[in-house]
């Protein structure tokens, strides 16, 4: 990628890293480490400006570089944080955390993708994974109410299978109230499943559509 403005380490300061500085005395390298570091502080306090700055810039950045390049560049700016992070010894939970709280500060209208980015601890992780794991507590009325439906069923294939072995009519001819209550248990618990499983499908997979599309950036989030 082609650099034709001002960038965080000048040309000069890039040649001797990747030199590791052999060109130079010891007292020369001090210097320009020196230099590199001040280069890389006053960089890095950009980002308090760069955090709220509008997405419709943000869009742009990188916009010459294809995916593979930006992917590569992302990394290499992750890695870099990361091992700052590690080295000043940061707790990762709190980073995070810090890094909510920024973001949901963050204007809507200008900043959409501040909403839309991944910065749960890994507490919040496992939480989440435990919770999707453990069956919801409709999950459970629903099995519940299936339960009462099956049984009302085995107890009417048992009921006809009796009457056809035995030739009696206890099941056809039997008790109205004994078959009514059969067939009202198998249909309550074949609807009551059926709604409940629906209503959890359309909050857990089209609700989340939903949101994302409104989330989306368009005319109602940028000028």
């Known amino acids: ?17 990747r030199n590791d500085f052999d060109d130079q005395s010891e007292a020369q390298r001090q210097r320009d480490r020196k230099r590199i570091r001040d280069r890389i502080e006053s960089g890095m306090d950009d980002f308090q400006l760069l955090a709220t700055y509008p997405d419709r810039e943000l869009t742009r950045v990188l916009s010459d570089c294809s995916t593979a390049e930006t992917t590569a560049i992302l990394a290499d700016a992750q890695l870099t944080i990361e091992r700052l992070r590690v080295l000043q010894e940061i707790d990762r939970t709190a980073l995070l955390e810090t890094a909510q709280q920024r973001a949901a500060t963050q204007p809507e209208r200008h900043c959409w993708s501040a909403g839309a980015t991944d910065l749960r601890t890994n507490a919040e992780i496992q939480s989440e994974t435990r919770q999707q794991l453990t069956p919801s507590r409709r999950l459970r009325w629903a099995t519940r109410i299936m339960g009462v439906a099956g049984i009302a069923y085995c107890i009417s294939v048992l009921l006809f299978s009796i009457d056809s072995v035995f030739n009696t009519n206890f099941y056809l001819d039997g008790p109205n109230v004994v078959v009514a209550s059969l067939f009202a248990c198998m249909y309550i618990g074949l609807t009551g499943w059926t709604a409940i499983i629906g209503l959890t499908t359309i909050q857990v997979r089209l609700f989340p559509i939903i949101r994302a599309w409104i989330s989306t950036p368009g005319s109602h989030h940028q000028e």
């Open 1 to 17: 990628m082609a650099r034709r403005s001002a960038a965080l380490l000048t040309k000069t300061q890039r040649r001797r890293i």
